[in-house]
């Protein structure tokens, strides 16, 4: 049995039980007032998870003080190498008295054994304590036992690993998912919560036939009474509409029904809020409906001379020779793939690298350019039919930090002046890249059938270089871009759900470097929102959108879409999760392989013709 742990606060006692991975758990106990009891509890007894056993905890907060407790809950996850590779925050509120049982699903699945720290932090209690699990691909195990280690190379784990990589900054991502239909689990004590768009995807056309289906079991030995109560909110958390639905479960009862939420009239995403308040049960999600999406639209902030200003950009990288080096390394290279590290000189003459990995076949393959995260270093991946291409852009590689001393975020290096902000290196980074491609189609290289992807700041990276290239591009695969519109993520900012990075980062600037303010920032800013982008770009576009993302904003990567050219727009397709943070879903992913395979089938003259 995996090791799994208790703690309980004020006089109480620690208690955990002992693991056969014999990996010992870290608990530290901080102040409390009186008693708060905390368990979190993988709700497999092994804490052996995998494809078909999603990563899933149980928590449960009994609150024995007389106010109500309210706060937040983030884990944290980490390999066996102590680095973190994936993190979140989900809001905690707990009334007097009561207890919160809710069962939370953790998108992961990287195969290995991790550890997870949970940090809870209420009115009365701060906290920390830590469980080891592990992820195994059952179906991708199986096949370990193949010749060529790279048959069983998945490129929608490829897609995934590139897309959902990401080192945004702590305590600062702040999305609460919204409750799945949860497995039936024997032990007793829980309310299993499910609540659902009548439209899947949460996008609706008719706002006034918006309608949620809620199921409710109780697995408590006891009769539930009590309410559920939901609030329609705008974007901006203003409570425009409320409804209590009185509730009534027998013991080990269920019951569905459906609510109908007040009708809206503006174009626009929605937030829900559906607080449970039960006899010995509460608990509150947020929930997001976007409606009529093709006419969300944010203001413009173009620059008279944008257009200039990228050209003086392009004009000063072309002035850089490039200086390609194409080193073979020859511990990564195999028998079916050769792996090369790419260096090249970037604008301002700074170094950048990526890896390019080609199959041995004598053939020109589709390229395939993945694009990172934030502060996150690529490697190299390979694919049965196609050349990878992953750039990693300046500030990555430690020995290549020289313009960056002092560590500071990214976001900030040189953000009052956007001559000289980091991100005119970055966004002409990727441009050099396509050069590199263009440059050397000796190496097998098809350049009527490119592909960019990536997510989050990647998705951001990709649209910029779509647009910056030209016609160089064939498609493009996006999730969740940041960076779409820094003026609507400010005026959002009264939600609390988009209180967050990037945005706070650079409130937070302004703030602690007076006379600067944050007008001077959102205007230099608007040289690099990737609306402004988006009428320049020419290929199709698979575009993800997630409802409740704290760190891109829905309304306004909508908004940026909705700025591509009619052209493009008939060649593109949007894709809407209405229940998530910033991620895709896995089976969004084997669409983009679906995807992946069409677009690059054709070759980029014969698209859009």
Partial sequence: MIKTSILFLSS????????????????????????????????????????????????????????????????????EAKSIVMKNMLDLKVSAGKTLESTFEIPFKKDGIFTVEFVVNLNDFNGELASIFSYRDDEQKS???????????????????????????????????????????EEEGEIIVAVKPKNPDGVFTDGNNINYFVELQNKYKTKQEGTLNYFLKTDKGEIIGEKSVPIKISKHGKIAFKIKIPPVKEAGVYGITVALNLSTYDDTTKYAFAYNIDKIKTESHVPSDFGEFWDRAKADLAAIPPDYKIILDEQKTTKFHKIYKVEMTSLEGVKIFGWLTIPRLPKKFPVIVGLQGYRVELDPLVYDSYVGFNLNTRGIEKNWKSFNPENIQP??????????????????????????????????????????????????????TAALTGNRINTLIVDNAIFCDFHESYNLLSNELYNNFPIKHLVDYANENPPLTIKNLLDNMSYYEVQNFMPMINCSVLYAVSLLDPLAPAATVFSAYNKLRASTKEKSEIYVAPNLGHEVTMDHRYYQLIWMSEKLVRKRRNIGK
């Fill in 12 to 79: 109480w006692i620690l208690v955990f039980e002992v693991s056969a991975l014999d990996i010992p758990i870290l608990i530290k106990q901080f102040s409390a007032k009186d008693s708060i009891e905390i368990r979190i509890l993988p709700v497999r007894k092994d804490a052996a998870f995998g494809k078909k056993f999603p990563v899933k905890y149980r928590a449960t907060i009994r609150n024995r003080y007389k106010v109500e407790q309210e706060g937040n809950l983030q884990y944290i996850i980490r390999n």
């Fill in 143 to 185: 096949n370990t036992a193949k010749t060529n280690p790279y048959e069983f190379t998945s490129t929608v784990e490829n897609l995934n690993a590139i897309s959902s990589a990401e080192d945004i900054p702590q305590n600062m991502d702040k999305a609460e998912p919204a409750a799945e239909e949860e497995e039936v689990h």
């Fill in 411 to 464: 976001l900030l290096i040189n953000v009052e002046d956007p001559e000289k902000f980091v991100y005119r290196g970055i966004y002409m980074d990727c441009v050099r890249a396509i050069d590199f491609l263009y440059s050397h189609a000796d190496m097998g290289f098809d350049l009527d059938r490119i592909l960019v992807f990536g997510g989050s700041q990647g998705a951001a990276l990709s649209l910029v």
